[in-house]
């Protein structure tokens, strides 16, 4: 079922109504009895943050959000606040919704739409009895004037893709093999208006890509490798920006085998090909004039067949030679086969997402996402602020020559780990050999799967990263990187 978010510009009586408020300065403008205000007033003196008022032929909400210390934060606090009225909502079974803010903040309302959308999320394709579990809400209206239809229209494509995303990530890697995600861009992106072509293992041996092969030795299923392009008429870049995807359907860790626990989440290991995707989907569903291109190597990684092993020598598509040490670091091989491919596109900048690295996650948690690379601090910057628009914080780490030095090998041009110290860079540092142009990597590690509920990002796949990359095109698009989110 899609949810959609519509605008609306006059209440109904009969609209279950929402009321964003920081005080009781609105008790005159809606038809609330006397006992109801007293009600209100008394609710709001003893802290209350979401007040319920049943008037028999509708609720009406009050949200009240916690104030924000600046105001990054007090739009997530919007979010949030959202996301607990979610769970009464769901209770009551509505269906339909309306948001009215006091204050007539068309970025609060936004941001109270968006929480209340992804709050709304729920992955129920594997249940027998999935439409009992489903939720009802179907329709989110925002009380706005027709000119904010443009802000509308991006923020459903973003949450289709956020729930996209999330799908992807949740799908159990006997059914999501490298082949079905192939699939799986190709008919949601060209949907939305993407040039979508997808090499099979024929042409990725062509195109030596030593690495991608390497990894899926070990397996039954072939490799894929997907391009998708959104090229509009008037792209505001001359020259493309390439966003490569992570796309490890399952890591058993290869021989070097993980442990049990150690493989309970990692069918979530295409998180960066998940996040890509919905990025391309939602910027072409929006129409955002910039060229932007998707690369998604794609394979599991198992210790059958003819598995790589520790200590093979590889040698990838750009003709550098690696020694194998771990076979759980198979990330960064696919990884650099696609930052190679990239380079034969000129291309302005370059940003690449995966689940990378335990270290990563030690770093941040769930809560933050590690960044380095060699672009421009412009470009830094803007992700930065992307990131504090969207709440999906970026840390950046330092990429300094000396971190080379753990890479080096004893037979070859380098190796594919480091040793114990600086996990998250010397993989970056890894990445880097094979960069010859402004590049971002980002390590979703410790955010793409979430271990338990977490407000409006849920839980399992959150879908991490489309709405921070959709954010910083559309800022670049409008040739400014500080505005506001919609």
Known sequence: MRLVVKIKDKINSSDHLVIITTGNNFLNEYSFSVLEKNFIKDSIKNKEKLISINQYKRWIFICIPDKGKDKYQQQENFRKAAYKLYAVLKTKKITSVTISDIKKNIQNSISFAEGLALSNYQFLKYFKNAKEKESKLQEIFIQLPKSADS?????????????????????????????????????????????????????????KMGGLLAVNKGSVDPPTFTTIEWKPAKSKNKKPIILVGKGLVFDTGGLSLKSTAGMDAMKSDMGGAAAVIGTMYAVAKAKLPVHIIGLIPSTDNRPGVNAYAPQDVIKMHNGLMVEVLNTDAEGRLILADALSYAKQFNPELVIDLATLTGAATVATGQHGIVAMGTASDKFFDALDKSGYNVYERIVRFPLWDEYKEYIKSDIADIKNVGNREAGAITAGKFLECFTKYPWIHLDIAGSAYLDYQTHYRGKAGSGIGVRLLFDFFRNYTVGKFNSKYF
């Open 151 to 207: 802000s509308i229209e991006k923020l459903n494509a973003v949450i289709e893709a956020v729930y996209t995303a999330r799908n992807l990530v949740n799908e159990p890697s006997n059914f999501l093999t490298a082949t079905q995600l192939a699939k799986e861009a190709k008919e949601f992106c060209v949907s939305a208006g993407c040039r979508v072509e997808i090499f099979e293992k024929k042409r990725i041996e062509a195109l």
